[in-house]
């Protein structure tokens, strides 16, 4: 989070457009949020991307092996679900450090 933030600095420093998705908004609100991307990318926003097939897809990529199980099995986006996570004494330090740079750059999420 800390390299993402540095980044994110940089790209408002000099005033380039970024957009900032956190992907619990697309699980929370999959429309809203992917009408508000659509509409910043200046693409027309249509319901077919609320949903898909489900199974594999040529354009799944080489990753697809490792992290797709879930979308090959779905055809929507999965309700999102709120985790209490235990983080562990020995990781508390970076955990909340990270969790400052997130929360700063989830502020201009859409």
Known sequence: ????????????????????????????MPNNTIRKLCKNLNIRFSKKMLSWPKGKRNTDGI???????????????????NENIYVPKKYKKIYEESLKYYNEMNQYSI
């Open 1 to 28: 989070f800390k390299k993402q933030f540095e980044i994110f600095n940089k790209i408002k420093k000099n005033k380039l457009k970024y957009i900032i998705v956190n992907a619990d908004n697309i699980l929370k």
């Open 63 to 81: 990753w697809s092996k490792v992290w797709y199980k879930n979308v090959e099995l779905s055809n929507i986006f999965s309700k999102y679900k």
